[in-house]
Nanobody, 117 residues
Framework: QVQLQESGPGLVKPSQTLSLTCAVSGGSITSNYYFWSWIRQAPGKGLEWLGAIAYSGSTTYSPTLKSRGSISRDTTKNQFTLHLNSVTSEDTAVYYC?????????WGQGTQVTVSS
């Protein structure tokens, strides 16, 4: 059974870069047809899909991430990383990494990120 675990700073200052890593166990990030994504939920709001990196290494981003960041991966460590630049208070949220194929999702537990000076 695949397990995903997010890690990164819980507090980031405005204008800094947020980097969150998702460590994957029980499955390879290069396994065919799976997509590895980042999703967040700001206080009082719904889920927002930020982007994904496919098993092939190709990436797809939301407009938010396309303008301010990227997703990379390290296949030797079986993990992938979200990079979000120039953060503001609007980026305060619980960030989740997830694996999906078709409509089937496996989620990490989520990590709270607060942007504040």
């Amino acid at each position: 059974q695949v397990q995903l675990q997010e890690s990164g700073p819980g507090l980031v200052k405005p204008s800094q870069t947020l980097s969150l890593t998702c460590a994957v166990s029980g499955g390879s990030i290069t396994s065919n047809y799976y997509f590895w994504s980042w999703i967040r939920q700001a206080p009082g709001k719904g889920l927002e899909w930020l982007g994904a990196i496919a098993y092939s290494g190709s990436t797809t981003y939301s407009p938010t991430l396309k303008s301010r960041g990227s997703i990379s991966r390290d296949t030797t460590k079986n993990q992938f990383t979200l990079h979000l630049n120039s953060v503001t208070s609007e980026d305060t949220a619980v960030y989740y990494c997830a694996r999906y194929v078709s409509t089937s999702f496996d989620w990490g537990q989520g990590t709270q990120v607060t942007v504040s000076s």
